[in-house]
């Protein structure tokens, strides 16, 4: 199956199922991105490395530096909604599940999240799901065409707590412009968060971009059809609050949608 569409813009990079990317506390070099993951060589379940020995080929697309087709690669012409950090998947699954009109395109780089993700879409029958297995920042950056997006999920990125650490956070101001470039207008940005000092920076940063609209005032009610994901039954257990945010793609100004 041909899934990506060629760029000639674009170098040709390695097109390997990449793995997460080891980390270490240096400053990264000019032209790199400070990683919001570290490499994380945690349990990996025998059921989970199975599935991906065996069920990455059919549901897995390789990072390239690409723009994507998404008719292509979901092979139907429908909404698609990129959801980053995915950990174990439980809510990828219910959301898709619930939503079989859409496309679900779940980015994460932990090697046990994607191997269960594999195995709930072939455990529920999933047929709108595809995984990429690398760095969002970089498949946003060089996978994802420009206005294409009719929804991103954000649930529960890591929060990085220590004050050191802030740089590691993905809601940064030029991820977020970059993000909300790749959705289409009247498209929408969710996040959702249970430590506050970052439900403050998210709303800071999203308020901050110009091509981005609040949908509420302030933080939004979770809405229904957002399950509970595992990070955030954690957080609850720890007596933290939960903080959603909708957020609106606005047309870009000057354009005819902007009424310019
Ligand atoms: C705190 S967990 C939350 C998982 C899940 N959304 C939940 O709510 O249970 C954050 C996840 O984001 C993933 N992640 C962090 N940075 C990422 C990046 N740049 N690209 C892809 N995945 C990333 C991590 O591997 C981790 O699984």
């Not at 990506?4 to 097109?15: E, K, N």
Request: charged letters at 20%; a positive charge; aromatic letters at 8%.
């Amino acid at each position: 199956m041909n899934m990506t569409t060629p760029s000639p813009a674009l170098p040709d990079p390695p097109a390997e199922l990449a793995p997460p990317v080891a980390e270490s506390a240096k400053p990264a070099r000019p032209g790199t991105h400070i990683r919001s993951f570290v490499n994380r060589r945690g349990h990996i379940t025998l059921s989970q490395k199975e599935a991906l020995e065996t069920l990455a080929g059919a549901w897995c697309l390789p990072y390239a530096a690409r723009r994507l087709s998404f008719a292509q690669v979901f092979g139907r012409e429908a909404p698609t909604i990129l959801e980053i950090g995915f950990g174990m998947g439980e809510t990828t699954e219910k959301i898709a599940l619930a939503q079989p009109e859409r496309n679900f395109l779940g980015v994460e780089v932990f090697n046990a999240g994607v191997g269960a993700m594999l195995r709930r879409i072939e455990n529920s029958g999933l047929r709108n799901v595809r995984i990429i297995q690398h760095d969002a920042v970089e498949v946003v950056r060089d996978m994802i065409p420009p206005d294409s997006l009719a929804g991103v999920h954000i649930y529960f990125p890591d929060p990085w707590p220590k004050k050191r650490h802030h740089k590691r956070r993905l809601i940064q101001p030029p991820f977020v412009q970059l993000l909300a470039s790749r959705i289409a207008p009247g498209g929408y940005l969710h996040c959702a968060t249970d430590w506050q000092p970052y439900a403050e920076q998210m709303l800071e940063v999203l308020g901050g971009e110009p091509q981005l609209a609040n949908t509420c005032q302030g933080y939004a009610e979770r809405p229904a059809w957002r399950p509970q994901t595992k990070f955030e039954t954690r957080g609850l257990r720890l007596g933290h609050g939960v903080w959603d945010l909708i957020f609106a793609r606005v047309p870009a100004e000057g354009s005819p949608a902007a009424g310019a």
